[in-house]
């Protein structure tokens, strides 16, 4: 049976986080048009917002003081170190690539107020941290401003824009090829009750969609226990699912509300596996005092090789991000960050080849791209807007003794609910 996802945009996302949002946005000027449309009258190249005779403008919208700080640094970095090796070798259109970045630390009127900034002066961002800071200017971008937005999260609800597009798998799907994991690995079966712990709002919720989905597929019961992003101490919640009798957790909040939870449960003699979404993990962890639980058996989904895996393009990468960035840490934000920049810069090849530097040419580009790999596990399909650009998820496991703290315990595949799941309604 198929089975379409709910929004959570609504009520549920919080009425209060959309007045702000709404208040943020209220007022907002007119975007600059000024150079829309002009030819380079040394290429003979349309360009438009972002785009001189000499650069090429992107928006890097991150978080690196909120709740998402390690992630945001290092996907940042990353982006960054894609562009200055792009300018090394000669730039793109015969242009420099530029990133424009602003910290909004996972505020939702900073996020918003960084945006509305930007947006006049870039040809689109590379990077947005946040779903439903991204979601609530998702309609501003569709009906009037157009440039494509990457956005660093995962939400089903951004699908179905031509200008916010997802790369990687939803969290819906992304929960459902976890739980699937635990199935196969004959760790949950049916009629077995999981447990869930999410962030109220888009994120979470969006997961809750697919560890439903999943267990209506399986068999399975769901209990529920949401918290805040403010919400650090898992205790409460641990106590809560091992009084339920749950045979399994999983978890779709931050890092710090994993290591607590795994700790929490490790220390009460509450021995069930955990699988998270790919936001819920940073290497950082490992040094706590919940490293040990975390190795024993927390498991994550995504859509990259970890950063640490053999294959030449993590290992690649890995070098030369130690090497421009030593005093910092790998981890998956940094493959995912360069995935991102990487994207934006075989959509600015093509829109060179194609003489059109616009944000129209930049949007026609990425829907003639089907088959976009960077050697990071899996290939992405962007021909359809209304679709995630992969369905697929690499199951991996925290390990202290790898680059970037995790391995890889099962390849990129589609669990067959993920595969007969449906966006929509």
Not at 6 to 21: C, I, K, Q, S
Not at 51 to 57: L, R
């Amino acid at each position: 049976m198929k089975r379409r996802a709910r929004h959570t945009n609504a009520p549920r996302a919080g009425a209060a986080l959309l007045v702000v949002l709404a208040l943020a946005l209220a007022g907002c000027s007119n975007k600059a048009t000024e150079g829309d449309g002009k030819d380079d009258a040394a290429g003979g190249v349309k360009t438009g917002e972002g785009v001189s005779d000499k650069t090429i403008s992107l928006g890097v919208l991150t978080d690196m003081t909120g709740v998402y700080a390690s992630l945001g640094k290092s996907v940042t970095q990353a982006q960054q170190l894609w562009a200055d090796q792009t300018n090394k070798a000669g730039g793109i259109c015969g242009r420099t690539i530029e990133l424009t970045v602003r910290d909004h630390g996972y505020d939702p009127q900073k996020a918003v107020a960084a945006y509305t900034e930007l947006e006049p002066d870039v040809l689109g961002f590379a990077q947005f941290i946040g779903s439903p800071f991204v979601a609530a200017v998702e309609k501003r971008i569709d009906g009037q401003d157009k440039g494509l937005v990457l956005p660093q999260a995962w939400s089903a609800n951004l699908l179905g824009s031509p200008y916010v597009r997802v790369v990687g798998a939803t969290y819906d799907i992304e929960t459902i090829n976890a739980i699937d994991y635990l199935l196969t690995q004959k760790r949950i079966t049916k009629g077995d009750k999981i447990g869930h712990v999410y962030f109220e709002g888009d994120y979470g919720e969006n997961a809750l969609v697919g560890s439903e989905y999943a267990a209506e597929q399986a068999g399975l019961t769901v209990v529920e226990q949401k918290i805040k992003p403010t919400d650090n101490d898992m205790s409460a919640q641990v106590a809560a699912l091992k009084k339920a009798g749950v045979k399994a957790i999983v978890i779709s909040a931050g890092p710090r509300q994993a290591a607590s939870l795994v700790g929490v449960a490790a220390a009460g003699g509450f021995n069930v596996p955990v699988v998270g979404n790919n936001s819920a993990f940073a290497p950082q962890l490992l040094a706590t005092a919940a490293g040990p639980a975390l190795m024993k058996d927390y498991y994550i989904a995504s859509s990259t090789l970890p950063i640490g895996s053999d294959e030449a393009a993590p290992k690649k990468l890995a070098t030369e991000y130690a090497a421009a960035y030593p005093d910092d840490g790998l981890d998956n934000g940094v493959v995912s960050g360069y995935t991102a920049a990487t994207l934006y810069g075989e959509l600015l090849k093509t829109a060179c080849e194609n003489k059109d530097l616009t944000r129209e040419g930049i949007d026609k580009a990425l829907l003639g791209l089907d088959a976009f790999s960077t050697g990071f596990g899996i290939t992405h399909d962007f021909s359809d807007p209304a679709a995630p650009s992969t369905r697929q998820s690499v199951i991996m496991k925290p390990d202290s003794k790898v680059p970037g703290g995790l391995k890889v315990v099962q390849e990129a595949q589609v669990a067959e609910p993920a595969e007969s799941f449906t966006f929509g309604g």
